[in-house]
């Protein structure tokens, strides 16, 4: 450090007797022309030896503070050169031992940040890879959100949206995508009044802090009322404070539906099956206790308990078949019949139950191409009950007139039934398939199990393709009918 220290020295001196020489002028320059002479007179008799060495130091330390600034700069531009040329060579001094300090200080400099500047690149190597990371699992995660059936909601702990699927904006009715940091209770409970009460769940779930709750909510849309389970998981911090929300809304309409079903199933069979094992539990005891003294009274009792074990024979048929074919494992064996043909087979069975009631049966001329490709014994089971429920329904004195008809535009033969029964109500026709559903007005007229259109239904529809069809006026009579595709147009078809 020594020759800067010289170099300041040098530099400081040549400064002030500069200084030194500028203020004397400037002190004259402001006198008039006598002043001034008399002023250099005097100047010359006292200062006459000392103001020259003054001027002449003032000169020659402006020239070195020149030249030093010059080789200041030049070796200052000689190091940037050098450090763009390449940032990781050192500096290579120049001889002068001013320049050399300053080229090994910086050297030093340079060198002592190279490893901290290649540790910032290798942590901000491994930032960048962490925020691709955390990019590509937010991308993941919102993709498995938006791609969920399940209506998904999450919020934060101001109860904000941050977040929800398709299945939720079309739930509750707002833009998915266009509604983030927007209250919950503005975004839903402004349209939707109805659904305030899932808002209220989901408040009361971040304010409890517990991890879950699980709830049942029914929504009202359209008269119809809709069911969703409903999960609330709260988002935890490090430091055990809620961060917020997470609702998943899971729509068990329908299985709350299929429960109830199986619900009525059960109570339906149950009835069914108790009323005629209770007869003939109760005739059977009879015979056992000896209250059938003669043998007329005795063939009664028979005749009661054949004909309720039938009733209950037919009942466990019709649910077994209903099962069979509703799972797919009824064996069926197709082959073409003439309807015509196989609805006089089950007249015959018909007729004396029907002349018992004086009611008329009005059938048709067989037509010759009304062939079909059916499985016969569950056509004939088909008919068999719709016959039957006509005659039931029909007063004494009746007719029932049994049509079939052939469309080969359409490919089908059609089969319609039609009686002068008691008919049945507009409100009830469309329940009127349904298992174990008797009109309410008519149960009364005949008994039966309400399994037996069920039955038909599902044979027609489920294995043979068909389609049935019932019209009805109260008090004037029904027509229940079912379709079946010809065997010649499944012919073409296959």
């Not at 019949?337 to 009611?359: F, G, H, W």
């Not at 007719?399 to 109500?425: F, L, M, N, Q, Y």
């Not at 294995?463 to 379709?483: A, I, P």
Request: proline share 2%; charged share 25%.
């Amino acid at each position: 450090m020594k020759p800067v220290r010289n170099l300041y020295v040098v530099v400081t001196a040549g400064g002030l007797l500069l200084l030194g020489g500028l203020a004397e002028w400037s002190r004259c320059a402001g006198r008039t022309e006598a002043d001034l002479h008399l002023g250099l007179s005097a100047f010359a008799k006292g200062w006459g030896s000392i103001a020259p060495v003054c001027y002449v130091a003032g000169a020659v330390g402006v020239i070195l503070l020149g030249w030093c600034w010059l080789r200041l700069v030049r070796s200052i531009t000689s190091i940037a050169r050098q450090l763009r040329e390449n940032q990781s060579s050192q500096i290579k001094p120049d001889g002068s031992a001013i320049i050399n300090e300053l080229s090994e200080a910086i050297n030093n400099r340079f060198s002592g940040n190279r490893s901290y500047i290649e540790q910032l690149e290798k942590q901000i190597g491994n930032s960048q890879l962490k925020i691709q990371l955390l990019r590509r699992q937010k991308r993941n995660a919102d993709a498995i959100i938006y791609s969920i059936r399940d209506a998904v909601i999450v919020t934060d702990e101001s109860d904000r949206l941050l977040m929800a699927n398709e299945a939720a904006g079309k739930l509750f009715d707002f833009d998915f995508k266009n509604s983030q940091h927007k209250g919950i209770e503005e975004l839903i409970c402004t349209t939707n009044g109805g659904k305030k009460e899932f808002v209220n769940f989901l408040c009361q779930s971040r304010q409890s802090k517990v991890r879950y709750k699980r709830g049942e909510i029914v929504f009202s849309e359209q008269g119809r009322s809709k069911t969703f389970d409903c999960i609330v998981s709260c988002v935890y911090e490090k430091n055990e404070q809620v961060s917020g929300v997470v609702a998943v809304l899971h729509d068990i309409t329908r299985e709350k539906e299929i429960s109830q079903m199986k619900n009525d199933f059960v109570s339906h069979v149950s009835h069914e099956l108790k009323t005629p094992l209770a007869s003939i539990r109760a005739y059977s005891e009879m015979l056992l206790e000896g209250e059938a003294d003669d043998e007329k009274t005795r063939k009664e009792f028979y005749s009661v308990i054949q004909s309720q074990a039938e009733r209950l024979n037919r009942l466990i048929e019709d649910i077994l078949n209903i099962s069979r074919i509703e799972s797919g494992l009824i064996k069926v064996e197709k082959r073409p019949v003439s309807l015509t043909i196989l609805i006089e087979e089950q007249l015959q069975m018909i007729r004396k139950q029907a002349e018992e009631k004086d009611i008329e049966i009005i059938g048709q001329k067989p037509i010759v191409f009304d062939q079909v490709c059916v499985d016969k014994d569950m056509i004939s089971q088909v008919i068999i009950n719709l016959l039957s429920n006509a005659v039931k329904y029909t007063p004494s004195g009746g007719s029932i007139e049994i049509k079939t008809e052939v469309d080969e535009i359409a490919g089908v033969a059609r089969v319609s039934i039609t009686d002068t029964g008691v008919g049945i109500p507009d409100d009830e026709i469309k329940h009127i398939f349904e298992k174990f559903y008797r009109v309410s007005a008519n149960r009364k007229q005949a008994k039966g199990t309400g399994l037996g259109l069920n039955l038909a239904k599902q044979i027609i529809e489920k294995v043979h393709n068909g389609r049935v069809f019932v019209t009805s006026r109260l008090g004037q009579g029904s027509t229940f009918g079912f379709e079946l595709p010809l065997a010649a147009a499944e012919a073409l078809k296959s």
